[in-house]
Structures are given as C-alpha cells and as structure tokens.
C-alpha cells in the first residue's frame, strides 16, 4: 500500500480498475491505514453517485452499510458536480479524502439524468488543479474501461474516449496510480 504519512506536500493516489476489481476496498483499506497511523487523523468519502433508479438506490444503500462496518471512522459526504470545490472544502493536513468514483462524476457531467449535457473540460482541469493544491492526502476511484471491445453507439466511444483523457489528467495529477485486478494491485506510478 501506498506511504500516506503526512509530507511537506500530500501525496495523492488514483486507483483505477474494472467493476468490482477491488478499487474501493483499497481506497478504504488506505482510509483505514490513515485512520489508524495517528489519533487526530480524519477521513472523509466523497461520494459521487447520483440514485436515478431503484437499483441504484439500493447499490448506494448497500455500499454504506457495508463501508460503515469497513471503516467506521470515516464520514461520508453526497457530492454536487463541482467535485473540485467539494475537494477543496474538504481537505485539510489531518484529513485523507477519498473520492469514489470519476466514473460516476463523468458521467453526471455528460449524460446527466436531469439537464444537459456539460462540457467536462473545464471541471476536470479544475478537479486536477485540486489535487495537487490539496492540504492532506487524497484517493480517487474511477473505472479503467478502454480495455475491451470498441462500443458501437458514438455516444458511447465519445464517453470511453472522455474517461480515458479523464484518467490520463488525473493520473498526472497524483504520485501513485494503482492498477486493480482481481483484487489484486499494480502500481503504475509511485512517488519520485
């Protein structure tokens, strides 16, 4: 697991992988280490899921249950689509934010339920610019889903090509990247 100890600049990790490849448990598993290292130690989930259907409802009340028994110590806080602000907000020395997922703020960004469309560039330049502004450590989850057959509807490949672009900025802005696979990481970059 990746060193959260407390730096003169924070270290931030973006944990990529397909769905239920073990991103979050991670992401919690880092939560916990952070929460255990020191006693004023804070963590803090923003969670970007947005329940449009009853499926989703109960996938959302099924993660929180089931995060409350993994790591107790940890807050968890329903996100807008100003993910940068959200950060900003709430980061601090002594808190470790964990952000869960990219792929569900991108896709609140480009297909949203209620609305239009947004245009992703500017949010996801600002969502950067947090990070690598932001006081205490940060742990980002999103989807690795370019990996698999090119998908037929443009609508479709414009969304694949936005996320990708979108973990390329992200994977810039953090000194470690993990990859998950059958609960299993790999790291792809680790601090200088």
Known sequence: MADLAPTRSARAE????GQKSGKSRRAEALARQWLQAEAGHAAVLLATAEAWDDEM???????QRDRAERVPGMTTVETGLDLAAELTAHSQPHRLVVIDCL???LTRLLMPAHGPALDAAAPVQALCEAIRQAPGPVVLVGNEIGLGVIP?????????DALGLLNQSVAAACDHVTLMAAGLPLTLKEPA
């Open 57 to 63: 409802r109960q996938r959302i009340e099924r993660h």
């Open 103 to 105: 792929t569900l703020w």
């Open 152 to 160: 037929m509807g443009r609508e479709v490949r414009a969304f694949v």
């Open 14 to 17: 973006l944990v990529l992988g």
